[in-house]
């Protein structure tokens, strides 16, 4: 399972950004999906996460700012960045739980990362 990360860039405080994470390959289930960020010298922390089923959870940090949502016909996961704050930047990634064909597990996997930079 390959998932690509895109939408990153640079904004201004108070403005906004859309993240897409795109999954392909051999899914059987695309389970939750998750973005995380991190800044250099700091952990990886959760940012949203969303549920197959639609069903949505926020860090403290992010809620009444950012919203998750998902197209499960396409596998991809949106992470919408409204009144963005200089302490939102950060690597942003996806990680996605799945059941890949001919497997009865679920696994993790990881997109590659996608820089959010926001500018006071």
């Known amino acids: 399972v390959q998932l690509q990360a895109s939408g990153g860039g640079l904004a201004q405080a108070g403005g906004s950004l859309t993240l897409s994470c795109a999954a392909s390959?051999?899914?059987?289930?695309?389970?939750?999906m998750t973005w995380y960020r991190q800044v250099p010298g700091k952990e990886r922390e959760l940012v949203a996460g969303?549920?197959?089923?639609?069903?949505?959870h926020y860090a403290d940090s992010v809620k009444g700012r950012f919203s998750i949502s998902r197209d499960n016909a396409k596998n991809t996961a949106y992470l919408q960045m409204n009144s963005l704050k200089p302490e939102d930047t950060a690597v942003y990634y996806c990680?996605?739980?799945?059941?890949?064909?001919?497997?009865?597990?679920?696994?993790?996997?990881w997109g590659q990362g996608t820089q959010v930079t926001v500018s006071s």
């Open positions: 990680k996605a739980l799945a059941v890949i064909h001919d497997s009865t597990y679920i696994q993790p996997f």
């Open positions: 390959g051999s899914i059987f289930v695309l389970q939750t």
């Open positions: 969303i549920t197959n089923r639609g069903v949505t």
